[in-house]
């Protein structure tokens, strides 16, 4: 299975997701055949019209009920304004999320970032789904949705995007995804939304882009003592730590933290620039004070206020999302920013990017990652990121789009 713990490429994890991938395409999928998804047969058909699949039904025809589990096990509402659920939650996906191909690194999302991302505005509780072992009352399974906004072409169109879909190691390949993903889209249905987004490292019907990571090394020792990294051909430990080295302070003039006063700017600047993607969430301010407002441990934003005019031209953001490195004797945690939303009016992208790193390597992160979305491809490799082994492809349920997009055409990142 390919997943989207991404470290950088080597040739064989390279060959083996293509491997993996050309055998998904073939493969039959009993549950995603029999959902409004885009589906493989259908790739190339111009004569299928853009937008959703099937129609809303009304409220009172949505099933009331809960599907059904197998008779074990038992739904639960997860309220992650209680702390003791959300250390539930944290600990579930701790040991059971999201690992590399080659099961060195595991996703180790925080607590904090986990209400952070479960509970924007207008979140609905009965979203967050839990299932429990019914004797031992144990957190088995979970996955989430939370509403958006996400404007494809012209369209704003209401979502949810689903996101922390975790079965128990020891519950896989019981076929209890299907079931999750279904009692999901139920309780959306119920609140009247009828489309969602997501992401994933495994190739599903059908992705509507397919993106890369990329990796830009700000710790290279401790990246290649865990293996994430390794030597380049032809160079020493002492060469690499300085060709990675950056300056210890940002280079632009009124680059500072965003703060609350900020947000009406914030949310000019990125409406803006993200009308020009195909699809791209469309943020209100509410949706920036909450995304977007740096929050310790969590996200950070930084924007140039030009020191003449005290206009705000820039901006650029990244999160903060550490892996557990499985196995090693002296590292127990990858410190890993991914890029978030990022937009130049004035400083150019890759000076402005450039700082981020800065700034991310005085936060001791070891590592800073982003996908070739929006514009990211004109700083990735003069920045010296280099490529990673993950892919991350991007779904919509219930909303066709003819023709699968390139990466730079999508203004989307999800958690
Ligand atoms: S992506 C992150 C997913 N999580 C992980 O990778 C964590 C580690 N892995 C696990 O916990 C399990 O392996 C999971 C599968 C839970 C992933 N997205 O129960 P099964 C299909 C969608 O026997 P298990 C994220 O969170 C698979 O193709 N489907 O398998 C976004 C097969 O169907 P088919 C997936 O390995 C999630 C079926 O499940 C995924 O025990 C978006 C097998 O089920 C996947 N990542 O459990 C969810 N992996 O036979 C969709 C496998 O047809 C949301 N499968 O090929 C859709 C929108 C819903 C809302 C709609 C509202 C309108």
Redesign the pocket.
């Known amino acids: 299975?390919t997943?989207?713990v991404s470290k950088e490429n080597s040739s064989l994890s390279t060959i083996v997701r293509r491997f993996k991938d050309s055998v998904s395409l073939g493969?039959?999928?009993?549950?995603?055949?029999?959902?409004p998804?885009g589906q493989f047969k259908d790739i190339g058909d111009s004569n299928l019209p853009e937008g959703p699949i099937e129609p809303p039904t009304l409220l009172s025809e949505v099933k009331q009920e809960p599907y059904n589990l197998p008779s074990q096990y038992e739904w639960t509402t997860c309220d992650m304004e209680s702390d003791e659920t959300c250390r539930e939650v944290y600990d579930l996906l701790k040991c059971?999320?999201?690992?590399d191909d080659e099961n060195m690194f595991r996703f180790n999302y925080s607590q904090e970032f986990l209400t952070w991302a479960l509970r924007p505005p207008g979140y609905y509780r009965s979203w967050h789904i839990g299932v429990r072992a019914k004797s031992s009352k144990k957190l088995v399974?979970f996955?989430t949705?939370v509403p958006a906004r996400i404007r494809v072409r012209d369209e704003v169109v209401k979502?949810?995007e689903?996101?922390?879909?975790?079965?128990?190691?020891k519950?896989?390949?019981?076929?209890?995804?299907?079931?999750?993903?279904k009692e999901?889209?139920r309780r959306?249905?119920l609140e009247n939304?009828?489309?969602?987004a997501?992401?994933?490292?495994?190739v599903?019907?059908t992705p509507i882009t397919t993106c890369q990571y990329w990796h830009r090394s700000l710790n290279p020792k401790k990246l290649i003592d865990v293996g994430f990294s390794r030597l380049g051909a032809r160079m020493t430990m002492s060469r690499t730590i300085k060709l990675y080295k950056l300056p210890d302070s940002p280079a632009t003039p009124g680059f500072r933290n965003m703060e609350l006063r900020d947000v009406p700017a914030v949310t000019r600047l990125l409406r803006n620039y993200l009308s020009q993607f195909v699809v791209a969430p469309d943020f209100d301010e509410n949706d920036v004070e909450h995304w977007l407002l740096p929050t310790e441990n969590v996200v950070d934003s930084y924007l140039v206020e030009s020191p003449e005019t005290h206009e705000i031209t820039d901006f650029c953001s990244f999160y903060t999302l550490p892996s557990s490195i499985l196995g090693n004797q002296n590292h127990s945690t990858l410190k890993a920013a991914y890029s978030y939303y990022n937009v130049s009016t004035k400083t150019p992208l890759l000076q402005l990017m450039n700082d981020a790193l800065i700034v991310a390597k005085q936060k001791d992160f070891d590592v800073f990652n982003a996908l070739d979305v929006m514009h990211n491809e004109s700083f990735l490799k003069e920045l010296k990121f280099g490529p990673g082994d993950g892919q991350l492809h991007y779904?919509l349920?219930?909303y066709r789009i003819r023709h699968a997009l390139r990466p730079s055409e999508l203004g989307l990142v999800l958690l």
């Open positions: 299975e997943n989207p493969k039959t999928h009993k549950f995603w055949e029999s959902q998804v059971n999320y999201v690992e399974a996955i949705g979502m949810a689903i996101n922390f879909l975790c079965v128990h190691k519950l896989r390949s019981k076929r209890l995804a299907p079931v999750m993903i999901v889209t959306v249905h939304i009828w489309q969602a997501y992401t994933a490292g495994v599903l019907p779904y349920y219930n």
